[in-house]
């Protein structure tokens, strides 16, 4: 478990939660603009910035909230007991609000309407078994790193996974019910259809489900020490984090005389 307050971490999801879906939104945006009708371009251009901005803000934020951005990470991390089900029930508010208010920072950022409702429909038995993999890769990727101690390589490898995600699976890796539901209010390029979104929804839920069990299977003995680190180690309070660091690095006082 971790020592930095409740309410910082929740804001830490909240904007986080923001930054991202502004990142996948926005980008969506400006490839439709600088690549018009060359689709795979505009793919490209948008799972690259993706990628790249994932990386970033698990960095800005993962050493307060662990960086979780997505309920699914938050409650399979109670799972493990690495989080509370307070805290993960706390988290989902917070991931939703943030994803819905950077949808409407990445309309506006483009001067378009602040909302405006997506009419692009995702729901095929394709798109379904593709959120499927992508939340079960995506989950399997967080916890694999955490149970090997490498924890410290989650930045880069969930910014790349998801950019790879994007090309590898049909429905272009949401893997995130909360960005699945910010992604409603912007019809773009990356946008999706209100009646597409409850099939995502539980195709990430499932795939969330399975990720625990290929977990506890490939890693039986995952305490939940190991459990707080996903994404990122995120145990202490970063201001104290700071104070001991100065602390540590102040000259030794005199010795007696």
């Known amino acids: 478990m971790t020592d930095v307050a409740l309410w910082r971490r929740l804001l830490a999801e909240l904007l986080g939660s923001a930054f991202l879906t502004a990142t996948v939104i926005g980008s969506g945006i400006a490839a439709q603009r600088l690549s018009p009708g060359a689709t ?116 880069a490898a969930v910014g790349t996974y998801i ?33 597409s979104a409850p099939p995502f929804i539980a195709a990430q839920i499932i795939g969330g489900a399975l990720a625990v069990l290929v977990i506890r299977a490939l890693y039986p003995r995952l305490p939940p020490a190991e459990a707080a680190d996903v994404v990122v180690p995120h145990h202490q309070d970063p201001a104290e984090q700071v104070d001991r660091a100065t602390s540590d690095e102040a000259p030794a006082p005199y010795p007696p005389r």
């Open 163 to 195: 950019g790879a995600a994007y090309w590898f699976t049909s429905s272009t890796s949401f893997a995130n019910p909360a960005i699945t539901v910010g992604r409603m209010f912007s019809a773009t390029f990356a946008g999706i259809a209100p009646s």
């Open 40 to 155: 795979g371009l505009q793919l490209l251009e948008n799972a690259a910035a993706t990628a790249a901005g994932l990386f970033a803000i698990i960095l800005m934020f993962g050493p307060v909230s662990g960086a979780h951005f997505n309920p699914v990470v938050s409650f399979v991390d109670a799972a493990f007991g690495g989080l509370s089900w307070r805290d993960a029930a706390a988290y989902l508010p917070a991931q939703v609000a943030g994803c819905i208010g950077g949808a409407v920072l990445a309309n506006l950022m483009f001067a378009r309407a602040a909302v405006s409702i997506s009419a692009k429909h995702r729901a095929t038995p394709a798109h379904f078994l593709s959120e499927i993999v992508a939340t079960l890769g995506l989950i399997v990727v967080i916890f694999a790193l955490a149970r090997s101690g490498r924890a410290r390589y989650a930045p």
